[in-house]
């Protein structure tokens, strides 16, 4: 039951990452100008990271319960610590890249949410095959 739960808690993560990161972003600079896109954006970010951060940290709690210390667990685990850097780390330091104009530093700094995010797709998806 508590196994067949963590699959469920994990596949809820893919989706709302693949739902985020194709509808609710394009979605959101294509229907709001520039300003409140960037207003939006900054609002939902932090929950996103921390809704998904919590989510990951659940099923880390069910596999600790389960004594399950597979490959799974570290994947989860690192899933988990990188929602844990972008939110606390890489989201403070976009923002204020794009506050200060630090072109250059907005973009590679993004550049690397972007790639983080991609890679914990990718992990997930190894999980749950």
């Known amino acids: 039951m ?5 699959i469920y808690l994990t596949s809820i993560i893919l ?9 609710v972003a394009p979605v959101t600079f294509t229907a709001l100008d520039e300003e409140n896109a ?3 954006i900054r609002k939902i970010f932090p929950y996103y990271y921390t809704v998904n951060l919590t989510i990951s940290v659940l099923v880390l709690i069910l596999f600790i319960i389960l004594k399950v210390f597979s490959l799974d667990f570290y ?15 890489l989201m403070p330091l976009i923002n204020k890249f794009r506050d200060e104009k630090q072109d250059k530093k907005f973009k590679q ?4 949410s972007v790639v983080i995010n991609f890679v914990q797709m990718i992990l997930l998806v190894v999980v749950l095959t």
Do not use: P, Y
């Open 15 to 23: 989706g709302i990452m693949l739902f985020f990161s194709f509808v």
């Open 75 to 89: 994947l989860i685990l690192s899933i988990a610590l990188l929602f844990a850097v972008s939110n606390f780390v």
């Open 2 to 6: 508590m196994e067949q739960i963590s």
């Open 109 to 112: 700094s993004h550049f690397v």
């Open 38 to 40: 960037r207003k939006f």
